[in-house]
C-alpha cells in the first residue's frame, strides 16, 4: 500500500506541484531490546509504537512499516518545515512510555526527511530520507535532521574511505601473512 500510495503522491505532485515529504524513522536500540528483553518484548515495543504513530497521523498520510524497526510516513501537502513540525511531534510523544503488557517501554526513534523533487523517481525519495536517517543516528538518538545533497556528499565520502581501509588491511595483512584472506 505504501509502494502505491507513494507513487500516486509523487505524480500527482508532478501535475500539480504540491509537495509531499517522506519521514523515516529507526527505532533505536531495537537490537539491545530483542537480545536483551526478548523478541516478544521487541514485539510489543513495535505494535505499541505502530499505535502511537497512528494517534499522530491525518487520514491524508500513509503510515507503513517497512520491516524490521523501520517506519516510514508519507505527508502529502507539506513542505520541509511542516514535515520537520511532524517529527519533533512524533519525537515529543515519544518521550512519554508506552503502555505494554510487559511493562512501560521507552521507544526512541531516529527520523529523517525527504521532500520531494520535481524529477524523482519513486526510489528517490525514499534513498535520500534514509540517508537523513542515518545522519540523525549519527548526531546522537531521539531526533531528526532533513535531508540535504551535504549528506549524500559525505555518506560517498564515508563509503569511499571505508573501502579504501578495508583494501589497505587486506594488502597489509597478505604482505604479512603470505595469503589473503
Excluded: C, W
Amino acid at each position: 500500500m505504501f509502494l502505491d500510495r507513494r507513487e500516486h503522491a509523487l505524480a500527482v505532485s508532478g501535475r500539480t506541484g504540491a509537495r509531499i515529504s517522506l519521514l523515516y524513522l529507526d527505532l533505536d536500540d531495537f537490537k539491545s531490546i530483542n537480545d536483551n528483553l526478548g523478541h516478544s518484548v521487541g514485539d510489543e515495543v513495535l505494535i505499541g509504537l505502530s499505535r502511537r504513530l497512528q494517534t499522530l497521523v491525518r487520514t491524508s498520510d500513509t503510515l507503513a512499516r517497512l520491516g524490521g524497526d523501520e517506519f516510514v510516513l508519507l505527508l502529502e501537502g507539506t513542505t520541509a518545515d511542516a514535515a520537520a513540525i511532524v517529527a519533533e511531534k512524533v519525537l515529543q510523544h515519544l518521550h512519554e512510555p508506552l503502555d505494554l503488557p510487559s511493562g512501560r517501554r521507552v521507544a526512541r526513534v531516529s527520523i529523517g526527511i525527504a521532500v520531494a523533487e520535481d524529477d524523482d523517481q519513486p526510489g528517490d525519495l525514499l534513498r535520500r530520507a534514509d540517508i537523513a536517517m542515518y545522519s540523525a543516528k549519527r548526531l546522537g538518538t531521539h531526533g531528526y535532521r532533513v535531508f540535504s545533497d551535504g549528506m549524500h556528499s559525505s555518506m560517498t565520502a564515508r563509503m569511499e574511505l571505508e573501502s579504501e581501509l578495508a583494501e589497505a588491511f587486506h594488502r597489509e595483512h597478505q604482505a604479512t601473512y603470505g595469503y589473503a584472506m
